[in-house]
């Protein structure tokens, strides 16, 4: 069964019997000392998955220390110009198979929060999210996004990870409607900066029968 952790931000680590899988992984000052120390120690990855290309979550610096010969680096064209090395690049509806997981591209932007030239701070069609099969179950990593329209086709899903810090994604009240929609067994939610998760987790637990597990803040 798939080991699955919220290691900080938006970095998601995921590990079956075969294969470490990391997701956006970044470290920065602000983060939690935990956060380094795990870095410090991670295991390489076999696949890594990048979702867009803001800083935060395409941080060369923080994933070269992830990388072997044989890492497989999945990310959006839009990621190319930062990563020196092969990439497999994908766009919204894009499926990828990496030695037996299947990785789905799924749309993720902004369609209220934007610049002040009117342009969305993640414009769609240039980030994804990932729908990752693991052992015949899902795990939703949606990048930056807020709740959109195409949720409402997604697979039954397992476990989700929902963005909650309200400034370049959803505020806590539009993460409990996407998970109304994407309708997961568990949510972690993630991407909290100074918001607290918990009013997530009291919010749309008394709202729905969908479990929330809370982890490491950042």
Not at 30 to 57: M, Q, R, W
Not at 64 to 82: F, G, Q, R, W, Y
Request: aromatic letters at 6%; a negative charge; proline letters at 6%.
């Amino acid at each position: 069964m798939a080991e699955i952790e919220n290691i900080g931000h938006s970095t998601v680590m995921i590990k079956t019997d075969e294969k470490t899988i990391y997701i956006d992984p970044f470290y920065a000052d602000s983060l939690p000392k935990s956060v380094k120390e795990f870095y410090e120690e991670a295991e390489k990855a076999d696949v890594l998955l990048i979702t867009h290309g803001h800083h935060d979550h395409c941080d060369p610096s923080t994933f070269k220390k992830l990388l072997d010969k044989n890492t497989k680096i999945v990310a959006p064209e839009i990621c190319s110009e930062k990563i020196d090395r092969d990439l497999i690049t994908v766009k919204p509806g894009d499926t990828v198979n990496l030695n037996g997981i299947e990785v789905r591209a799924v749309h993720a932007y902004n369609r209220k929060r934007k610049r002040d030239s009117g342009e969305p701070f993640h414009p769609k069609g240039e980030g994804v999210g990932y729908l990752i099969d693991l052992d015949e179950k899902t795990v939703y990593h949606p990048g930056d996004t807020e709740k959109i329209p195409e949720m409402e086709n997604f697979p039954e899903i397992d476990t989700a990870f929902l963005p909650i810090d309200g400034t370049y994604t959803m505020k806590i009240d539009e993460a409990v409607e996407a998970a109304k929609i994407i309708r997961p067994n568990v949510v972690i939610p993630f991407h909290e900066r100074d918001v607290d998760p918990e009013k997530f987790r009291d919010e749309l637990e008394s709202e729905t029968k969908i479990e929330v597990k809370l982890s490491r803040k950042g």
